[in-house]
């Protein structure tokens, strides 16, 4: 008789298909974006104000939705999320003015993206020692699926039955398909009677249940570094998944083309966290995540330098390779810090730097664009504090290192 499945990986499933659900719903926005600018007569600032409350939201509440998950498991706290998302959708698909898309789409999507993401992330740490960046890496490809296929799909429903149809339909299928996936959220190996990683014996259960106070953790020096670098590296991180369809079409590409451009951001974010996780564990997590700020940092130098839609291809595979590579290792490399006990705390506040950065790097470029016409400014600040990100974190110590200090 063969040996069972892990149950870990039904977790890592699960946690898969939620992420897929919320980022594919939040990085699909592009394709609602010129319905919203015609029935509201809004400019794009305005309209960019919409994505930034919503990541603020998603990033700035994992302060408290990864404490509350270590307190009372991440099911409880996961639905609730996947349910405050379906109600922003639906809510917003009624509203007849801009503020309510505000509140709907904004404040309730992006408040429920928060209950949702950091809990689904931070329960894997338990699950794994010794695959531990590998596992987050495939449960955070959901990122990067979510990322290739919604804004396609979006833009077909948006073209079938409008914006409100569209965000209609996303309601009913995140209620349905993320309240399964969220009861599959088992908060550790022993609520199954398992051990990490699939194991016989202990192996890794002390690694799986131990770690710093949260409080000890916050005012280490490489909670600071991470946190410095993560914040400044967010100002420009979100800007093209807003703008670089409206960038592509300024310059003369196709609009059906352009929105492509999004799902290659997607395809490499994905290729990103299926595979670098994996490497990372074997070649050192942090040294793979210095990696990814330089990449990034460099293509975000590469953006300001294209106009053909080649290279504007270019910039979104590798830009999501690189993007999604950090995303896939920052959850492990926390853990490596300071152990998975309070993890999803841990994290939750490391995300709220990223909060401020979503919420005014959108949103700045957009009123840039209003005033001067063009995106070169908010690119070349992208670029600008992505190469500042990667200074910080040069001086981060690894894991190993900070230990023996």
């Known amino acids: 008789m063969g040996q069972k499945v892990y149950f870990g990986w039904f977790v890592v499933a699960a946690a898969f298909m939620i992420l897929l659900l919320c980022f ?56 609730f999320g996947i349910i405050l998302i379906a109600g922003g959708l639906l809510g917003s698909s009624f509203a007849q003015g801009l503020w309510q898309v505000y509140l709907g789409y904004g404040a309730a999507v992006g408040v429920g993206i928060g209950f949702a993401y950091v809990p689904s992330v931070g329960v894997l740490q338990r699950w794994f020692v010794r695959r531990r960046g590998f596992a987050t890496g495939l449960a955070v490809a959901g990122i990067g699926v979510g990322t290739l296929v919604a804004p396609p799909v979006s833009r077909f429903l948006v073209e079938a039955m409008g914006w409100r149809g569209a965000f209609q339909v996303l309601a009913g299928v995140t209620v349905v398909v993320g309240l ?38 916050l005012t280490s020096r490489p909670f600071w570094l991470l946190f410095a670098a993560s914040s400044i590296v967010s100002l420009g991180l979100f800007v093209p998944f807003v703008h670089l369809v409206k960038f592509s079409v300024d310059h003369g ?15 490499g974010s994905m290729s990103g966290r299926l595979t670098l996780g994996g490497v990372a564990d074997r070649f050192g997590r942090h040294r793979a995540v210095v990696t990814m700020f330089f990449g990034m940092a460099l293509m975000q130098g590469w953006w300001y330098l294209s106009h053909s839609f080649w290279a504007l291809a270019v910039y979104a595979v590798l830009f999501g390779l690189f993007y999604g590579g950090y995303v896939a290792l920052a959850p492990a490399l926390v853990a ?33 664009f209003d005033l001067t016409g063009g995106y070169e400014l908010p690119i070349a600040a992208s670029a600008s504090t992505a190469f500042l990100a990667l200074a910080v974190i040069l001086t981060l110590r690894s894991p190993a290192q900070w230990r023996r200090l």
């Open 336 to 368: 490596d810090y300071f152990g998975a006990k309070n993890v999803g705390g841990i994290l939750g506040v490391l995300y709220s730097g990223t909060a401020l950065g979503n919420l005014v790097g959108p949103v700045a470029a957009g009123f840039a």
């Open 24 to 79: 594919g719903i939040a990085y699909s926005f592009a394709s609602f974006f010129d319905g919203l600018e015609a029935d509201f007569q809004a400019s794009r600032g305005d309209i960019s104000l919409i994505f930034s409350i919503a990541g603020f939201l998603y990033f700035s509440l994992g302060a408290i939705s990864g404490p509350l998950s270590d307190r009372l498991g991440s099911r409880p706290v996961v639905a």
């Open 180 to 217: 399964a996936a969220a009861w599959m959220l088992y908060p550790s190996p022993g609520a199954r009677g398992l051990y990490p990683d699939g194991d016989k014996s202990p192996v890794g259960e002390g690694a799986s249940m131990s770690g710093l106070p949260l409080g000890v953790a």
């Open 253 to 267: 590409h196709n609009e059906s083309w352009s929105i492509l451009l999004i799902s290659l951001i997607g395809i």
